[in-house]
């Protein structure tokens, strides 16, 4: 599996962060260095999260990639 750049944390902050600015997505995702597409997949993937809920999904798939090695 691919390392990710970001923690969830960080991409709930960019998240949060694009979305409250009042950018425009493209010029936002610029200035984090991610690409427009990785926004809108972070977006339909942690939109509606806080930190806690990223955290305990971020465990769920964590276990359940342990059991499927198993």
């Known amino acids: 599996m691919k390392k990710t750049r ?3 944390e960080q991409i709930i902050r960019i998240l949060r962060e ?3 600015s009042g950018q425009r997505v493209e010029d936002a995702c610029r200035a984090h260095n991610i690409s427009t597409p990785t926004y809108f997949r972070w977006k ?3 939109g509606g999260m806080d930190l806690k ?3 305990r999904l971020r465990d ?3 276990e359940n990639t ?4 198993s």
């Open 44 to 46: 339909a993937k942690y």
């Open 6 to 8: 970001h923690t969830t």
């Open 18 to 20: 694009i979305e409250g």
């Open 66 to 69: 342990e059991r499927r090695s």
């Open 60 to 62: 769920l798939e964590r």
């Open 53 to 55: 809920e990223a955290r």
